[in-house]
């Protein structure tokens, strides 16, 4: 694939634009933008140029000619002469490099100059040495902080985002239900309890010709190679970084087999010893009596019954409550992704996004959503292209003229994510605020902050009176960025009294509040929204991660905001 390897070098060329004197904005945001395009395209830019031509690039969002060009170039040599270029100047692994925790492109050129840092091997050498601290901007905090965010990429490592793994999952049920050689096909494993990483993807399969649904897996485009092949259990490595064991298994012990392989662990060695204390044995083909005769097997959810236990969704399989509830049949009934009916955080061309209003709206009408609410970023996210206070203006006229020309296909709800600077005012005037239906506001910037300066911005903001949602309230990113430090349960009480809703952003880099958070925030008795921060149309498919954290969350349909129709939901803001 093309597509990864330039989205790769765009963003590369990018870090590097930033550190030369000479280059514009514009030009920066560019590549950024363009990467993302290509990340995202289903299919390769070598069969658009063979198809289309070069025209064929340009008609994509956010692609010009010159980038056009680009992308031709390497496409047919392998190579970008400019990449190159900047490479020889800069001779330096941004790509792994930005991924930690604490560094931009400034930052890594600064520990290039003075450490002849060029990898993230360089780094962890340099740090061990305790060479940072003395660097003029960096510092003996900054060096901790970068051994943090060294250690946080690292235990990333063989983990990968739910938003990758399900997918992927889903291509190879896919080809496997289509491959007439099952029965039957179902996902385990953490894919299936929509953990927010996961180690490797687990599919169990019914068929009476195991040896040739192995094979059949082998041969897939998505696997790279086999690391064991036998009729009961296959692991492919995929080319995804990950790996994937496939199980074949007989109809009669199928949700016995279900039940051990969608996990948790944790809640399975519970499981099984309510079993024993029932004079019962459970494994992974059946729940046994003491002369060893099956009592339950086939069924999942008679294995359940057996014991005594409702039914738990494999979302809340983790061990955190969800048995002795079961026990008591007062599981709550979870959230569902039908349930939510509009989507209150979405960006368009206004900001950073790569569609226009209107685009993003007809597509979230096809998805069935009957409102979206606009959140355009405010004027102090520069990168991200922030709307100033004249910009804002014309983003609410525009969206006015858009629903009277929509007519109630689809509500188009005005709002703007709005910045919480660092003393916690807005980044935008009462003036704009009293313009919006709501308030969607987040922090961006200065997120070092200490935990009490944290809490402190936060609360300004929150009994200011002047925000309706809190979006990505911890503003981390798996595997890159430890959430910011603020007191939870200080916030979650302000949230409570100032009837402010908790965003559970969709995001699979975010999905922020995170299950935990959330199980939290609930004992607060408070609101939350479940949106997915889209910036192109097919983000706006997201929301089933956010949906999968709210369930692992033990949300119900009335915890979240957004299952409100869209009259009742505005009264809720004007309140
Ligand atoms: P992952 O792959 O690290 O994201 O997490 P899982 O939960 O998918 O774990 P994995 O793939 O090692 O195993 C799949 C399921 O199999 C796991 O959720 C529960 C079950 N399982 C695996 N090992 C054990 C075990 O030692 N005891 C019990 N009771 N269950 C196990
Ligand atoms: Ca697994
Ligand atoms: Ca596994
Ligand atoms: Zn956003």
Redesign the pocket.
Known sequence: MNNQKIAEIFNEIASMLELSKTSNIFEIRAYKKAALTIESLPEDVSDIIEKNGIEGLTELNGIGKALAEKINEFVKTGKIKKYQELKKKYPIDFKNLTRIQGLGPKRIYALYKNLKVSNVEDLKKVIDEKKIRSLPGFGQKSEEELEKGLKLLESSKG?ILLGKALPEAELIIKQLKDSGLVEKVVL????R?M?E????L?ILVISNIPEKVMEFVTKLSEVENTIVIGPTKTTVWLKIGISC?IRVVSKESFGAAQQ??????DH??KV?QIAIKKGYKLNEYGLYDLKGKIVASEDESNIYEKLGMEYPEPEMRENRGEIELAKENKLPKLIQLDDILGDLHVHSTHSDGLNTIEEMALEAAKLGRSYIGMTDHSKSEYIARGMDEKRVLKYFDEIDTLNDKLNGKIKILKSAETDILKDGSLDFSDKIIEKMDYVLASIHTNLNMNKQDMTKRLLTAITSNKINIIAHPTARLINQRQPIEFDLDKVFQATKDNNIVLEINSYPERLDLNDENILRAKEFNLQFSINTDSHRVNNLELLRYGVGMAKRGWLIKKDVINTLPYEKLIKVFKK
């Open positions: 983990r385990a494993g953490s894919t309890r953990k990483t996961v180690g490797d687990d064991d051990y392989f969608i996990g948790s662990k399975n060695v099984r």
